[in-house]
Nanobody, 125 residues
Framework: QVQLAESGGGLVQAGGSLRLSCSAS????????MGWFRQAPGKEREFVGA????????AYSDSVKGRFTISRDNAKKMLYLQMDTLKPEDTAVYYC??????????????????WGRGTQVTVSS
């Protein structure tokens, strides 16, 4: 069983930065691709970005490309999301998730088996 826990959310002004962390526990936590999603009130869960198992490849949604960076430290079983130049439209609950695939990166929530409880990010204008 894999358990994921996000941290690092908070309130930040537009243009600021935040770094989210996701700790993973369980025997397979570092064996699969990982992703970040977000969900704003009244909206569906949205793909933010993902990283393959060894961290050699990443993918991002168009809305965050160039502003957000995903990284991972498999030795520590940690996943990170560095968010720069934040905008009010980035306000959402952010979730980390473990893919059911090793190397391929997918953007649909159905392709992820395990989820954290989320951390709130609020960007004020």
């Amino acid at each position: 069983q894999v358990q994921l826990a996000e941290s690092g959310g908070g309130l930040v002004q537009a243009g600021g930065s935040l770094r989210l962390s996701c700790s993973a526990s369980g025997s397979t936590a570092d064996d699969y691709a990982m992703g970040w999603f977000r969900q704003a009130p009244g909206k569906e869960r949205e793909f933010v970005g993902a990283i393959n198992r060894i961290g050699s490849r990443t993918a991002y949604s168009d809305s965050v490309k160039g502003r957000f960076t995903i990284s991972r430290d498999n030795a520590k079983k940690m996943l990170y999301l560095q968010m720069d130049t934040l905008k009010p439209e980035d306000t959402a609950v952010y979730y980390c998730a473990q893919s059911r695939y090793l190397t391929h990166i997918y953007s649909a929530p159905i392709d992820y088996d395990y989820w954290g409880r989320g951390t709130q990010v609020t960007v004020s204008s």
